[in-house]
């Protein structure tokens, strides 16, 4: 079983920088890939940023540029470094993971296997 923790939300003004974090405990070992994940209110969840333990990552065309995403295998710890933030970044933002190592599915959300409770992101104009 893998529990995951996500932290460092918060309210921002618009071209702000914010660092969330999500801690994973249970079962940390073996290949996996990790996502950070957003939800505003009427929408659906979508896929931000995805990486693999290959460190191979991928991110939304409306997040290129602004957002990173890393892994800190000591920690075993997510990270997605927000900067520049728009007021289409406001939403509650899910870390998951999942078994697989296939780059193609890492924005995926039914792909994934375990999530987070979920942290708010607010950026007010």
């Known amino acids: 079983e893998v529990q995951l923790m996500e932290s460092g939300g918060g309210s921002v003004q618009t071209g702000g920088s914010l660092r969330l974090s999500c801690a994973a405990s249970?079962?940390?070992?073996?290949?996996?890939?990790m996502g950070w994940f957003r939800q505003a209110p009427g929408k659906e969840r979508e896929g931000v940023a995805g990486?693999?333990?290959?460190?191979?990552?991928a991110y939304a065309d409306s997040v290129k540029g602004r957002f990173a995403i890393s892994y800190d295998n000591a920690k075993n710890t997510l990270y997605l470094q927000m900067n520049n933030l728009k007021p289409e970044d406001t939403a509650m933002y899910y870390c998951?993971?999942?078994?697989?190592?296939?780059?193609?599915?890492?924005?995926?959300?039914?792909?994934?296997?375990?999530w987070g409770r979920g942290i708010q992101v607010t950026v007010s104009s």
């Open positions: 998951a993971k999942q078994p697989s190592l296939m780059a193609s599915w890492l924005l995926l959300p039914s792909k994934y296997d375990y």
């Open positions: 249970g079962y940390t070992y073996g290949s996996f890939s």
């Open positions: 990486i693999n333990s290959n460190n191979f990552a």
